[in-house]
Each structure stands twice: as C-alpha cells, then as structure tokens.
C-alpha cells in the first residue's frame, strides 16, 4: 500500500531565513505529486505540481520554489521566508494512470516570525 | 479555468441534525469527483465518484454525483460532533494546467453538543 512521509511535522522559522519541506513516497512508482498550502480554516491552494522527475509546474507566484531529484521524492524549498508563508503546507500523490484518490501526507505546519 | 465551488463556505448544527454539503465544477475532461474530511491534520478520503446516480454510502455519509448538474452533495444523517471537520470536494479532470487535482475550498461544519 502507498505511504506518504512528509517532515517536519511543524517548524518557527524567522523572516528571511531558508526552507526545505521534504516528502517522499513509499509503495508506489511515477506518481503525480503535489505541494499545497492551506491557511487556517480554508481550503487547499496548489502551489506545485510534478508529473516526473524534474518536471515541476508551478501555479500561484511566489518565493518558493519545488524540485523532484528522484522519483518518490519532493522538496519544497525558500531561499528567504515571508510572514506570509506561514500555513500549513501539504503534500500529496495519486496514481497517474489509474482513478483512485489522492493520499496525502501528515502535514507540515510552518509558522514564520 | 477549471474551477470547483463548494458551498456554504462554514455550516453550524446541532447534534442530530442532518445536513447536505454541495460541490459545483466546471471542468474541461472531468475524471472522478472526490471528497474528504479534514480535521487537524491530513484530509482523509472518503469517497470517489465516477458514474452519475450512484450513491455510494458509509454508515451516516453518503454522497451522489449528477453529471449533467456538474454537481455533487454530500449528506451526513444524525450528526455527531465528531463530523466537526473541514470537508473537502476535489475534481480530478484529464490533462489540465492545474495538476489534474482541483479542490474547492471547503465546507468548515461545526456540529454542538
């Protein structure tokens, strides 16, 4: 069965200062993968998506950015954070060729101060 | 631009009663239509629809698609505080600019004792 980690699981981070969120996927092989944003409350805004190995589309303008090194695995990353880019980012993966659902992974709730 | 739209955006009741959440989309190629439930962390999948007029049913939820509506709702009978979450309508379209996963932004329900 497919199996998304995602960490850290929260972070406090100052303005200004760099990021990583890492997620990788166990289970499963060439998934669509997802970055998204959620601010407390709401829904989910899609930041990046990624249909291979460095194919990364982005969807709303930012200072972050997303690669995908290796197949099962997806970074999110800021070279200098925003107190606007607190929220809590999730990432998710479904099947490319097949209708079933997305899984997501646990979270990682990022606060900058 | 594809789109998802749930409505009401937040939902208070009281325990007991039942309640009817409704997702709109206008896609292009449309896949399957899914739903989740989200409470303090990961949304967790509770049904996928695929084919008009099917309900598919899980203990007090059941959901039902109408493709010639372009519409989805989601009923929960006999509501418990438990179902206090963030429900989440996602469209799964083929191709697309948006990562083939759309979400609406949610319906926030908050069932009282």
């Known amino acids: 069965s497919q199996t998304i980690h995602q960490w850290p699981a929260t972070l406090v981070q100052p303005v200004g200062s760099p990021l990583s969120l890492e997620c990788t996927v166990e289970g499963t092989s060439n998934p669509n993968l997802y970055w998204y944003r959620q601010a407390a409350g709401r829904g989910l805004q899609l930041l990046f998506y990624s249909v291979g190995i460095g194919q990364i589309s982005s969807e709303v303008p930012q200072n972050l950015s997303a690669s995908r090194p290796q197949d099962r695995q997806f970074i999110l990353s800021s070279k200098k954070l925003l107190l606007s880019d607190s929220g809590f980012y999730l990432c998710?993966?479904?099947?490319?060729?097949?209708?079933?659902?997305?899984?997501f992974g646990q979270g990682t709730r990022l606060t900058v101060v | 631009e594809d789109k998802v739209v749930q409505s009401p955006l937040s939902l208070v009741v009281h325990e007991g009663d039942t309640v009817t959440l409704n997702c709109s989309y206008e896609?292009?190629?449309?896949?399957?239509l899914l739903w989740y439930k989200q409470e303090k962390k990961a949304p967790t999948f509770l049904f996928m629809l695929?084919?008009?007029?099917i309900e598919k049913k899980s203990g007090r939820l059941s959901s039902i698609l109408d493709k010639k509506e372009l519409s989805s709702i989601l009923n929960i009978t006999a509501t418990q505080t438990g179902d206090s979450a963030i429900y989440l309508c996602?469209?799964?379209?083929?191709?697309?600019?948006?990562?083939?996963?759309?979400f609406g932004k949610g319906t926030k329900l908050s069932v009282k004792p």
């Open positions: 998710a993966n479904k099947l490319r060729d097949r209708v079933t659902e997305a899984f």
């Open positions: 996602a469209v799964e379209v083929y191709g697309g600019s948006q990562g083939n996963l759309i």
């Open positions: 896609v292009t190629n449309f896949r399957s």
């Open positions: 695929t084919s008009s007029g």
